[in-house]
């Protein structure tokens, strides 16, 4: 089992910027990748950015693209979520998952099998 607790979240003004941190703890020694999808209200859950443990391989869904930076800290089993340029519509919460035996980082949320409780995030415009 492994347990997520994300964090960071809150309320920024468009082009403003946050972090989102992760940190997991039990079994973190059979995460593979992790990642951070996010839903909007009325919205299916989406894929934001993903990397891989051991190597550091990141994935990025275009929206986000050179705005947001995920990165880990080995030592400490936390991801995070640099968000800068912050627009109304990265409003959302925002999940953080991990995964087991994957080689690249995935975008696909059924790649996932624990998820955090969410921490929303709101970009007034």
């Known amino acids: 089992q492994v347990q997520l607790v994300e964090s960071g979240g809150g309320f920024m003004q468009a082009g403003g910027s946050l972090r989102l941190s992760c940190a997991a703890s039990?079994?973190?020694?059979?995460?593979?990748?992790m990642g951070w999808f996010r839903q909007a209200p009325g919205k299916e859950r989406e894929f934001v950015a993903a990397?891989?443990?051991?190597?550091?391989?990141?994935k990025y869904a275009d929206p986000v693209k050179d705005r947001f930076t995920i990165s880990r800290l080995n030592a400490k089993n936390t991801v995070y979520l640099q968000m800068n340029s912050l627009k109304p519509e990265d409003t959302a919460v925002y999940y953080c998952a991990a995964a087991y035996g994957l080689a690249s980082p995935s975008n696909y949320l059924s790649a996932y099998k624990y998820w955090g409780q969410g921490t929303r995030v709101t970009v007034s415009s």
């Open positions: 990397i891989t443990w051991n190597f550091g391989s990141t």
């Open positions: 039990g079994s973190t020694f059979s995460i593979s990748a």
